[in-house]
């Protein structure tokens, strides 16, 4: 490398060296940096921006404010804490008026009843008797029905007339706004997603902890057998990671539900009768065994190809030394594969936190993890604000651990079979 | 633990022995779920459980009405005569038959389009020149690790571009928002996309896997030779990974061709492939032809399996990493 | 295969699914033996009389991906059968095509459409197809001298042991657990617009949670009790039926405390094929196939010219439609009929509360 100094040195063609060489190091950036920027423009627009684009839905607040504009208005005009006017219920019966004509009365009535269960029919029942209203307004209204007065409601449509709100987030967290605007957990019989989050956690916890006790003797087993016989007993552990997930899964229904396989080398053997068959498919049971088969080769694989690289001579040197092979195990080959148990652990736990297909068929209602409840709200609710919201959170948790694991693992140390 | 020494105790013998055990019944556990639909789909009667005919092996147990029904369900006139019209008919409109098709399809185009961005992007990040080498590639595999409900839902409103239409959703932020004046929901493109980045992790992984143990320095010789960098990829570089690319590729294609997320959100009807009508028929009636489909899917992962194992073994070969 | 014959066989199945010669349409349906009976009774001699291919499609509920269809711009199918209170509402939001009533036949003694349609069976931007019923019904081997009789049986896990399959969805289950509770039909609607009478309801699905096996698609009940998953479940009149008479399972249905309610055909907004779509539901709503489909699955016509052409089971050939069908009046002994009104303003908030209360254990 060219001293700073020393201008002397050229390149054949009288070039200084240092800019010689400045200019092919920055090629060879330019070289690698061209022959990935294909694929990262193709990632970054099918995949990044969609997905980014999907999350802004759930700050994004329309439905109220685009077809409320009046009210929306008088929301803009009037600061929080000023008393509702003969103003604001003029307003209103306008903006309904309007909302039935045009047929967005039960959207709008929608978006309300997303923070204030119970108050889309009164949007709508009072949408069908918009016509008939007459001034005094906070009359009439009040008239029709009496919860048009409810201060509750009022914050709720003062918060949903904003152009961006953080309330989806706070009913994801099972949190809401009360009256005076501040942040109350909801009733306890909506009281859904903190549980279904810790459920989600705690049934991939559970997932990853019987992977990881499955996994490590096989594990074991394959890295200390001769080759020949370790490769055909790895064929056991890559068949099923090369198997189709509806094929696993379905087979998993054929053996554990109430007629299925089990039960009934069970009833046959006396084990059980038949009126007390298992119940082990649609409930957690189910979830549980079949993720625990599908996560599995994501075990052993990384546990595998550290245990491999453990030379045998520690553990014989550790016994010549006259410890047990107990204490041998704990205090020489345990501490040696803890890359690959946190390599396998986390892949495992990362995948089974996003687990959808799996839980949809054969979890019921007790095995749902929230990935399904997205999708609910995605396909069923159409509350995709919300549905957004709770893709946010998961999304965080799922990158915090992907950004563990690269800490920890490294991405280039992934393996795949 | 390769075998059991001559000096061990009793109690080392006896926990060796207990310790195969526990490994044999993990393996069983694994092997075992998809070794049990086989003889399943052979059986003569609508039942998911051996039936006693079948445990007696008498062959009027087990029939092949379940493979037949995979090629009769569906069509216009399953039963005519079985002459060209028939099997064209069969070709046609057969349920699995068409999600056969379009599994083969979008698979072999999302496989093609992956591994050839995917190749070159590992070829770039595994220079040591790369800038940002490791946020770039934290990204590039970022589709195998989001969770493929999230990726779903964002592909499926970018692909349907909701927008101009409808004033609720006209209100997005509209610098974030492509219109197109067309659009890639329900659309073989719009599936092969989806499919193509859900494989290139896969892609990139094999391959930058297989570039590690690759030696520069025959770059280096060939340039020195000569040769320009495309002769030097295709006649230096290109054998030696040759094998990596090919697992990847596989990869991919199993990924395209066992995933169903993306079909259940995007894809229109005359898009079901496999796994999407597997889904429909465990979802409503799990019927013994689910069997069927998943006994012939055995069969496919099975030759997978062999061709990557192949593969992989002639790479190490190649890079001199196992005796073979 | 070579590259060559790979591209030429993809481009042929790339053309044969986008069907560039026949004009086509989708039409959504409840999938399984319902939509065979329309498969049977409309689609086909639809085609047989325009050259118009139907190309039949399935959903859990399509009232569902209709809505998300039209909210996300992406509407795929031209033609979806929903419920009577889901084409009120939808149409309400502006989610479906009006149906012109003038657009639709006469009865073949030249009374109008709007006339010869049974009350509540033709809406704005709905064609009534049939009357269908939610039931309980039962699996006969398992109750063999006792069998449940009544909708309070359901709900009677001492005298009725095992497991109960339920709808995934508020709607008619909820009505379903008050009748158990003893509330009469005619005060259902009436408790149920109660914040207590809803509790009431979640209550008494309580009593009987632990035991039940959820079902979103029509076609899964008769599948768990033929599987013996489960002993008892709420189903759809026809889909039991078709099993226990077409296939003959060993099934009985309780009609006492039954809910039923009209369906038929909409359009979503922004259909791609609407002239054709039109044509399909003025043919498949007209009396005579409306009576044959009656014949196929045992949901009532909706036009009174369609009632009296109803002849025997298709499948079997000898069993008489009329008795089997919700409107029946040995069925109707405690029955409710869905209210539209009911469910249009309360669907939303009930389905949330059904839902949280589903997930929490």
Known sequence: MAEPGAAALTTADGMPLRAALARASRRARLRAALLVAPLLLFVLVSFVWPIGQMLLRSVNNVQFAANMPELTAWFAANPRGTPVDEAAFAALAADLRLAAASRTVGTVGTRINYELPGSRSLFTATGRAAGGLEPPYREALLALNPDWGREELWTVMRGASARYTANFYLAALDLRRDAGGGIVRVAPEQRVYVSLFLRTFALSAVITVVCLALGFPVAHLLATLPVRRANMLMILVLLPFWTSLLVRTSSWIVLLQGQGVVNNVLVALGIVDEGGRLSMMYNQTGTIVAMTHILLPFMILPLYSVMKTIPPAYARAARSLGATSWTTFRRIYLPLTVPGIGAGAMLVFILAVGYYITPALVGGASGQLISNQIAFHMQNTLNWSLAAALAALLLAAVLLLYWLYDRLVGIDNMKLG | MAAIPSHASALERLWALTFRVICGLVLLFLIAPILVIIPLSFNAEPYFTFTERMLTLDPEGYSLRWYDNLLTFGMVAPDAPRDAGWWADAWNNATWVRAAKNSAIVGVFATVLATVLGTLAALGLARSEMPARKAVMAILVSPMIVPIIISATGVFFFYSNPGLPLPKLALDPPALRLDFDWKLAGTYLGIILAHTTLGIPFVIITVTATLTGFDRSLVRAAASLGAGPVRTFFRVQMPLILPGVISGALFAFVTSFDEVVMVLFIGAHDQQTIPRAMWNGIREQISPSILAVATVLVVVSVALLTAVELLRRRSERLRGMSPG | ?361
């Open chain 3, 1 to 361: 295969m070579t590259t060559r014959t790979l591209l030429a066989t993809s481009a042929l199945a790339l053309g044969l699914a986008s069907g560039t010669a026949a004009q086509e349409i989708t039409v959504l349906g409840w999938g399984g033996a319902y939509t065979n009976s329309q498969v049977k009774a409309f689609h086909e001699p639809f085609t047989a009389a325009t050259g118009i291919r139907v190309i039949s499609v399935d959903a859990d509920n399509p009232a569902t991906p209709i809505k998300a269809m039209v909210e996300a711009n992406n509407v795929t199918v031209d033609v979806a059968s929903i419920e009577y209170a889901d084409a009120v509402r939808m149409c309400d939001e502006g989610l479906l095509e009006p149906i012109d009533p003038a657009s639709l036949p006469p009865a073949p003694d030249g009374t109008p459409a709007v006339d010869d349609f049974l009350p509540g069976t033709l809406t704005e931007c709905m064609a009534g197809t049939d009357v269908f019923a939610t039931i309980y019904a039962y699996d006969t081997t398992k109750f063999a001298g006792d069998p449940p009789a009544t909708i309070a049986d359901f709900f009677d896990l001492q005298r009725f042991p095992g497991k109960r399959g339920v709808r995934r969805g508020a709607k008619a289950t909820l009505e379903m657990a008050l009748m158990g509770d003893g509330v009469p039909a005619d005060q259902v609607y009436a408790v149920l617009g109660t914040p207590e009478g809803v509790d009431r309801a979640f209550a008494k699905l309580d009593t009987i949670k632990s035991e039940i096996v959820w079902w979103q698609a029509g076609s899964q009940p008769p599948q768990l009790l033929a599987d013996g998953e489960v002993v008892m479940t709420i189903a759809w009149n026809g889909r039991i039926f078709n099993a226990a008479v077409g296939e003959g399972k060993p099934f009985a249905i309780v009609w006492d405390g039954q809910v039923y309610e009209p369906e038929g055909y909409a359009m979503p907004r922004g259909t791609p094929n609407k002239d054709a779509a039109m044509q399909f539901i003025a043919f498949a709503t007209s009396t005579e196939p409306l009576a044959r489909a009656a014949e196929w699955i045992s949901y009532g016509p909706t036009r009174r010219s369609s009632a009296p052409l109803v002849g025997v089971f298709q499948i079997d050939g000898k069993t008489p439609m009329p008795p089997n069908l919700p409107t029946s009046p040995e069925n109707l002994t405690n029955a409710l009929f869905s209210s539209y009104e009911f469910w249009v303003d309360y669907d939303a908030e009930l389905n949330e509360r059904f839902n949280a209360w589903l997930l929490a254990n």
